[in-house]
C-alpha cells in the first residue's frame, strides 16, 4: 500500500521514505531534537521524535507547494473558521504520506509499536463539534484535490474542555493540549499583524483634499502565526493551516515601561496573551462576551492582513485581489471580516467606497450552520462601540447603503427593511452578524437540502427574496481517509479487496460494493470485522467506566453534543420502556442491547448536563439488575472527541440520528457510523434525509414527524401532557422516571426534566414516542435476521460515497470559489 521508491543506502535523512531512512531519522531526532538516547527515552519522546520526523517530510512538500502556487499565482480559498478539529496528526499524516507500513517497520526497530506511539498524541480540540470537525474534513479534501488553500484560524492554548463524570454527573477539565508541546507546528515570529482595540477615529483631509477616518485605538495587540502542513492524501500538495496566537505588542510594552510602570507593562502583556486562551465552549454563541469579539476580530483581521500582505507580494494591484483570493466565512463567527476588509481598503489604502465595497462583496462568501434562533449571533451596539469604534461606522454606513436599496426596490415596505437592517432595532440595539454576512457574501450556503430550503423559508427568507441567485446548497461531506482508512483498518482492507482500491481518494468507487452486497460468502468476514471493532471498544469501555458489555449484543450508539433538540433523552426513554417490558415479560423475544453514549454538555447548559446524569442513573439500575442483565446494558463513554470517536464509529450497529425534524442543520457523525456499516434510526432531519434517499429507504429505520408536520403541530397548539394521557407505554415510562426509580426515590432529581417534557416539550418528543418505539421494534427484527442486516449494512457502506468531503469541496470549487488543482511535482 506503500508509495515507496527502493531501498538506497544514501537516502536523505530528511526526505527519504524507505525504512532505514525513517529509521535513521527517528533516531536522529530523539538525539538532536528532543535530546534524549534510547536507554531513557519515553514512550512521548518517541512519539515526538517520530513527528519531527513526518514533519520534515511534509515541510518538503510543503515548501515545494508554497513555491509552485506562488510561482503560478494559483487562486486560493481562504477558509476563515473560528474552530479546527483536526484529531490526532501522526496517523493522518502517515496515510498522506503512504508511509504507514514503513514506519510500523522502523519503529519496530527501535522496539516499540506504532500504535502506541499514535496513542501518545493529544489532540488539537480547538472547536466544538461538527462545524469545527467539518473544516478539518474540507481542508483535508482541499489539499487531497491539490487546490489552493488556506484554513485561518485561532491558536488556543485550551482547547475544549476535557469531560470528566463524577457520581454521573459532567465535571470540566481544562484541556491542556500544548503541555508537552506541539511537534507539528511553527512559529512564525516574523509573520504577525497588529490590531487596534478601543479608542476613537478621527477625520482629516489627504493629499487630494478628500475626508478620510484615521482610527486610534486605545491598545494594540499582535498576532502570530503558528503554521501546521496539511498533506492532501496521495498526492504531493501539502496546503497550510495558519492559527494565530495572540501577544502583546513590543511598542506598548516600552511605552509603559519607560514610564516606569514596569508592573503595569507586564500586566497588560498578560492580558493581551489571554485572548487566544481559551475555546468558547458552547455549541452556540454566547452574545455579549468582550473577549469572544476580539477573539474573532484577533484572527479575522490577521488573516485579512496576511492575504493582502501575499497578493501585494505578488506585484498586482489590489483591484485584482478578488481575482486571486476567495474567502469563505464558516458560519458568521468570522462576518466581521466585511467590514474589516472594507476598512482596510478605504482607511490603510485609500481606496473609495464604492470599489471598495465592489471588491469586498466579490471576495466573502457565507456556510450558515444552523438555524437555532439562540444561535444567531449578535453583539451589542454599546460594546462594538467601544471595542470597534470604526468598525460600527463602517456597518451603520453599509446599513444605510443597503437599506437605500431595499426601499428602492419594495418602496411601500417600511417593514421589510426593519427585518433586513443589520441593525436589530427592537429593543437595546444589536449588530445581527448573520445580516452582515448575508449583504457582504456573493453566496450564501446551507449544508443540507432541507437546511438550505429552511433557511431560505425562515431565518434569511427576506435575503433570499431580495437576492434568490445567491442561494446554494452545499450538503456537508466527512473525509474517507480520517472516518475510513484510520479508524477503520480491517473494513478499508475488505472493501479494497471487493470493490477495488481507490475508494479512499474517490469515495463514489464505493458503489463497486454493491453487486457484492448479495454474496453470503462475504458476510462471515464482514461480521467478524465489526465484531472485532466491537470487542476493541468493549475492552475500551470496560478500561474507562469499569462496565463489561457483550460485544455480540446489538451496539446501539449516539455520540454527538449533549443538546435537547438531539433528543438523547428520547433514547433513554426507550430503554426505560424496553426495560420495564422486560421487566414483565421476562421471556420478551428481543435481542440484548448494548446502548453506549457519548458527548459534551455546554458546562452552561444545565438541562444538558442532567441529560448526561440521566443517561448515569438509568444505566445504574438497569446494569445492575439480574433480571435483564444479560440483555441490556448502558454505558456513558466520557470525553467523547475525535480519538474516541474513531473508536466508536466502527463499533456501531444502530447509529442514532434522532433530532426533532427541522433542528439539526446537518449532521455529519449520521455519515460517518453509515461509512462504518451502521443502519441508520433517524428522522427527517438534516442530511438523513438525503442519506436514506442514497441508501434506499428500505436499508434506513426512519420515524417521527416531519419539519412540515412539525410546524403545522406547533402552529395548531402542541399539548404534549395529551401524548402522555392518551399512551399507557408513555405514561408508564415519565413515571417510572418521575417517581424515582432512577434515582434512589428521589422524585426532585430529574423533575425538571420532566416538568418541561409534560408541559412545554419544546422537541416534541412525547409526539415523536410512539414512531419510536415502534421503529426500535422493527431494528430488533431486522437484526436477528443476520443475514439481511449483514447486506443492508454492505448497501449502506455502498451508496455512502456521495458524502465524502471530496464531493462537498468540489462543488464548492466549482459552484462558488472557481477553483483549479494544481499539480505539485516532487
Ligand atoms: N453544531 C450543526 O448543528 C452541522 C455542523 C456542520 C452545526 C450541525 O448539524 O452538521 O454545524 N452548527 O455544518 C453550528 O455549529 C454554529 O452552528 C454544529 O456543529
Given at each position: 500500500m506503500d508509495e515507496t521508491g527502493p531501498l538506497t543506502e544514501h537516502e536523505p535523512t530528511r526526505t527519504g521514505l524507505s525504512v532505514d531512512a525513517l529509521h535513521r531519522a527517528l533516531l536522529d531526532n530523539l538525539f538532536y531534537v528532543v535530546g534524549r538516547f534510547p536507554a531513557v527515552a519515553t514512550r512521548q519522546d518517541y512519539y515526538r521524535a517520530l513527528a519531527f520526523t513526518v514533519r520534515d517530510r511534509l515541510l518538503h512538500r510543503w515548501l515545494r507547494t508554497v513555491q509552485t502556487y506562488k510561482e503560478e499565482r494559483s487562486r486560493t480559498v481562504c477558509y476563515l473558521s473560528a474552530e479546527y478539529l483536526p484529531g490526532p496528526q501522526l496517523g493522518h499524516n502517515l496515510l498522506a504520506l503512504g508511509i504507514f507500513d514503513n514506519t510500523r517497520e522502523a519503529v519496530r526497530r527501535v522496539g516499540l509499536e506504532l500504535d502506541d506511539l499514535i496513542e501518545e498524541e493529544a489532540e488539537p480540540g480547538l472547536g466544538n463539534g461538527g462545524l469545527g470537525r467539518l473544516a478539518a474534513c474540507y481542508l483535508d479534501s482541499l489539499a487531497t484535490l491539490q487546490r489552493p488553500a488556506i484554513g485561518y484560524g485561532l491558536r488556543y492554548e485550551f482547547g475544549i474542555f476535557r469531560q470528566r463524570i463524577d457520581n454521573g454527573w459532567q465535571v470540566e477539565v481544562s484541556d491542556s493540549w500544548l503541555r508537552d508541546g506541539n511537534p507539528w507546528e511553527l512559529r512564525r515570529p516574523h509573520i504577525a499583524f497588529e490590531i487596534g482595540l478601543g479608542g476613537h477615529t478621527e477625520r482629516y483631509l489627504d493629499h487630494h483634499g478628500h475626508t478620510r477616518v484615521r482610527w486610534v485605538p486605545g491598545e494594540t495587540i499582535r498576532g502570530v502565526a503558528h503554521d501546521t502542513a496539511i498533506p492532501g492524501y496521495g498526492v504531493f500538495n501539502s496546503n497550510l493551516l495558519r492559527l494565530w496566537a495572540a501577544e502583546a505588542t513590543e511598542s506598548f510594552d516600552f511605552g509603559s515601561f519607560n514610564a516606569g510602570d514596569y508592573q503595569g507593562a507586564v500586566r497588560r502583556k498578560i492580558r493581551s496573551e489571554t485572548i487566544s486562551r481559551v475555546l468558547y465552549p458552547n455549541d452556540e454563541p454566547e452574545t455579549g462576551k468582550r473577549l469572544r469579539l476580539i477573539q474573532g476580530y484577533l484572527f479575522v483581521s490577521c488573516s485579512l492582513q496576511d492575504m493582502l500582505r501575499i497578493h501585494l507580494a505578488g506585484g498586482e494591484?489590489?483591484?485584482r485581489f478578488p481575482q486571486r483570493f476567495v474567502v469563505q466565512l464558516n458560519?458568521?463567527?468570522?462576518?466581521?471580516a466585511v467590514a474589516e476588509l472594507m476598512r482596510l481598503l478605504l482607511d490603510k489604502h485609500g481606496m473609495e467606497w464604492e470599489s471598495a465595497w465592489d471588491l469586498t462583496r466579490r471576495t466573502f462568501a457565507y456556510t450558515n450552520h444552523t438555524l437555532l434562533p439562540e444561535a444567531l449571533e449578535k453583539w451589542s451596539l454599546t460594546l462594538f462601540e467601544e471595542t470597534l469604534p470604526r468598525h460600527l461606522e463602517i456597518i451603520l454606513e453599509i446599513n444605510q447603503y443597503f437599506l437605500d436599496e431595499v426601499r428602492m426596490r419594495f418602496p411601500h415596505d417600511e417593514a421589510l427593511t426593519t427585518r433586513l437592517s443589520l441593525i436589530d432595532e427592537t429593543g437595546p440595539r444589536y449588530v445581527r452578524m448573520a445580516h452582515l454576512a448575508c449583504v457582504g457574501s456573493f453566496s450564501i450556503n446551507g449544508v443540507a437540502r432541507l437546511h438550505t430550503a429552511l433557511l431560505a423559508d425562515t431565518v434569511l427568507r427576506d435575503f433570499h427574496t431580495l437576492w434568490p441567485e445567491r442561494f446554494n446548497n452545499k450538503t456537508n461531506g466527512i473525509s474517507p481517509r480520517r472516518f475510513g482508512n484510520l479508524s477503520n483498518p480491517d473494513l478499508c482492507a475488505l472493501l479494497s479487496r471487493v470493490a477495488g482500491p481507490g475508494w479512499a481518494a474517490d469515495?463514489?468507487?464505493?458503489?463497486?460494493?454493491e453487486p457484492h452486497a448479495h454474496r453470503r460468502e462475504i458476510y462471515p468476514e464482514w461480521r467478524r470485522i465489526k465484531l472485532e471493532r466491537k470487542r476493541a471498544l468493549a475492552r475500551y469501555v470496560a478500561d474507562q467506566t469499569g462496565i463489561v458489555v457483550d460485544p455480540e449484543s446489538m451496539f446501539d450508539i449516539q455520540v454527538k453534543r449533549i443538546h435537547e433538540y438531539k433528543r438523547q433523552h428520547l433514547n433513554v426513554l426507550h430503554i426505560i420502556a424496553l426495560y420495564s417490558r422486560i421487566k414483565m415479560d421476562p421471556t420478551l423475544d428481543a435481542a440484548p442491547r448494548t446502548f453506549v453514549f457519548g458527548g459534551k454538555a455546554a458546562p452552561g447548559y444545565k438541562m444538558a448536563k442532567l441529560i448526561i446524569k440521566l443517561i448515569h442513573s438509568v444505566g445504574e439500575v438497569v446494569n445492575r439488575d439480574p433480571a435483564v442483565r444479560d440483555r441490556l446494558r448502558v454505558v456513558f463513554v466520557p470525553d467523547f472527541n475525535v480519538k474516541v470517536a474513531q473508536r466508536i464509529y466502527p463499533a456501531a450497529d444502530l447509529s442514532e440520528q434522532i433530532s426533532l425534524a427541522g433542528m439539526e442543520a446537518s449532521g455529519t457523525g449520521n455519515m460517518k457510523f453509515a461509512l462504518n456499516g451502521a443502519l441508520t434510526i433517524g428522522t427527517l432531519d438534516g442530511a438523513n434525509v438525503e442519506i436514506r434517499e442514497e441508501v434506499g429507504a428500505e436499508n434506513f429505520f426512519l420515524f417521527g414527524l416531519t419539519s412540515a408536520e412539525v410546524q403545522a403541530r406547533k402552529r395548531s397548539g402542541y399539548c404534549p401532557y395529551d401524548c402522555y394521557r392518551e399512551n399507557p407505554v408513555l405514561r408508564e415510562a415519565i413515571d417510572l422516571l418521575a417517581d424515582g426509580l432512577f434515582s434512589?426515590?428521589?422524585?426532585?432529581?430529574?423533575r425538571p426534566l420532566v416538568d418541561h417534557l409534560l408541559q412545554q416539550d419544546d422537541y416534541m418528543l412525547l409526539a415523536d414516542f410512539q414512531s419510536y418505539i415502534d421503529c426500535q421494534d422493527r431494528v430488533d427484527r431486522a437484526f436477528r435476521d443476520a443475514d439481511s442486516w449483514t447486506r443492508m449494512s454492505m448497501l449502506n457502506v455502498a451508496r455512502i460515497?456521495?458524502?465524502?468531503?471530496d464531493r462537498v469541496v468540489q462543488e464548492y470549487c466549482r459552484e462558488i470559489w472557481r477553483l483549479e488543482p494544481v499539480t505539485i511535482r516532487p
Open positions: 494591484g489590489l483591484d458560519d458568521t463567527h468570522p462576518a466581521i469515495a463514489e468507487r464505493l458503489r463497486l460494493l434512589h426515590g428521589d422524585r426532585a432529581l430529574f460515497g456521495r458524502f465524502s468531503s
